[in-house]
Nanobody, 114 residues
Framework: VQLQASGGGLVQAGGSLRLSCAAS????????MSWYRQPPGKQRELVAS???????NYADSVKGRFAISRDNAKNTVSLQMNSLKPEDTAVYYC?????????WGQGTQVTVSS
């Protein structure tokens, strides 16, 4: 199983980005798909997660600005990020977990300039 993340980049504060992550090598939808991020010099933290039933969970710092969604048929997960702030600057990682185990994508850089 491989996860391929895309969509990162450089954006000004207040702007938007959409991250996408595609899982290949599995015909079974993952029980949970998530986005984590690791700011410079800090530990990796959970940003948002979504389980098979569509129940979502967000870090307090992104509530109301970010939206996670998934396509079970395609085994993809997306993260729509609006009203971006400089403190959102980080490497963003997608994560998938289920009966097959836990898998991480390679990370995509998001940089928000002030």
């Amino acid at each position: 199983v491989q996860l391929q993340a895309s969509g990162g980049g450089l954006v000004q504060a207040g702007g938007s980005l959409r991250l996408s992550c595609a899982a290949s090598g599995s015909r079974i939808a993952f029980a949970a798909m998530s986005w984590y991020r690791q700011p410079p010099g800090k530990q990796r933290e959970l940003v948002a997660s979504i389980i098979g039933g569509g129940i979502t969970n967000y870090a307090d710092s992104v509530k109301g600005r970010f939206a996670i969604s998934r396509d079970n048929a395609k085994n993809t997960v997306s993260l729509q990020m609006n009203s971006l702030k400089p403190e959102d600057t980080a490497v963003y990682y997608c994560r998938a977990s289920g009966a097959l185990g836990v898998y991480w994508g390679q990370g995509t850089q998001v940089t928000v300039s002030s």
